[in-house]
């Protein structure tokens, strides 16, 4: 008769966390950044049917990354749960902190009860009238839950998403700047292709709006979106208008072998060729536009 095998709990509990860790390392990182019109969320998504943020209540909103059909249910339960919540109660008294509580205890007991956890990590948050009273809280698969001041980063290559974002992020950036900011942290991941950037089509953005009255969830999508990145990465229209503007004249001096040399500038930053030649057309054009995401 063969005996029963024995795993020790903290045994069982450090496989768990590592199976979900894993799992969730995984996925290209998104980012959840407050800013002058709100809290921005942008991710790396192609599909217009699997979404990673959606509302929640009034002015609160749900990001994930993850396992989709896990966190998904998450979502619904936290719909549900704020539903019930505010008709029972009052509509004030739906709050993101509140929420996170429960997920935590929800995720916690799942972590702990469950042969597998839910491969997930979830932000919920909720946008104040000033940037000062925004909340954003970060709960990963154990249960546990971190209030974030100003930005969060979510899956993937967490470490090296943040640190762009530590180095980077202030208060009161505008809507073009944290999307900027944004497709520039995120840059780097993946398949290797990050020095492409993705187009509208391959990004989903949402938008809390600090001003909306009631519900302040949007998604930016469509020629709204469009024209946020073309804002959000204006390199290529600026180093083309400053190789247009270089001047082509140059004010050389005539030298005893009859040859001239040009030290003309250009008004983009090109650089001057030599014999009176114009600036280089693919020099040095000043661009203000952040990298692509990934």
């Known amino acids: 008769m063969s005996m029963p095998f024995y795993v020790s709990p903290e045994q069982v509990m450090k496989d768990k966390a590592d199976y979900a860790r894993k799992a969730i390392t995984r996925i290209r990182s998104g980012v959840v950044l407050a800013c002058e019109a709100g809290i921005l969320f942008v991710a790396p998504n192609a599909s217009r049917a699997l979404r990673k943020f959606s509302e929640m209540y009034d002015r609160i909103a749900f ?12 979502r619904k339960a936290g719909v549900r749960y704020a539903d019930m919540t505010g008709f029972q109660y009052d509509r004030r008294d739906v709050t993101a902190r509140g929420l996170a509580d ?10 702990t009860e ?12 909720e946008v104040g009238n000033t940037a000062d009273t925004d909340q954003i809280y970060r709960i990963i698969f154990d249960g546990s839950v971190a209030e974030e001041h100003g930005f969060v980063v979510m899956g993937g290559q967490a470490d090296k998403v943040a640190a762009v ?3 980077r992020w202030v208060p009161g950036l505008s809507l073009t700047e944290a999307m900027s900011l944004a497709i520039a942290s995120l840059a780097g991941q993946g398949d290797g292709a990050s ?31 469009d024209e946020l990145l073309a804002q959000a990465r204006p390199s290529d229209a600026s180093g083309a208008a400053g ?9 050389g001096s005539s030298s005893g072998n009859g040859s001239s040399s040009g030290n003309g500038s250009t008004g983009g930053e090109g650089q001057p060729g030599g014999n009176g ?3 280089s057309p693919d020099g040095n054009g000043a661009g203000n ?3 692509p995401a990934s």
Do not use: C
Not at 63 to 74: C, K, P, Q, T
Not at 102 to 111: H, I, K, T
């Open 63 to 74: 990001a994930a990354v993850g396992r989709y059909n896990e966190f998904e249910s998450l």
């Open 102 to 111: 429960w997920y935590a205890q929800l995720l916690g007991a799942l972590f």
């Open 114 to 125: 469950s042969n597998k956890p839910y491969e997930v990590e979830i932000v919920v948050a």
């Open 165 to 167: 974002l530590k180095e």
């Open 195 to 225: 020095s492409e950037p993705l187009t509208s089509g391959q990004l989903e953005v949402a938008l809390l709006e600090r001003t909306r009255a009631h519900r302040a969830f949007r998604r930016l999508t469509g020629a709204r979106l």
């Open 243 to 251: 190789s247009a503007n270089g001047s082509s004249s140059g004010n």
């Open 277 to 279: 030649s114009s600036g």
């Open 289 to 291: 536009g952040e990298g």
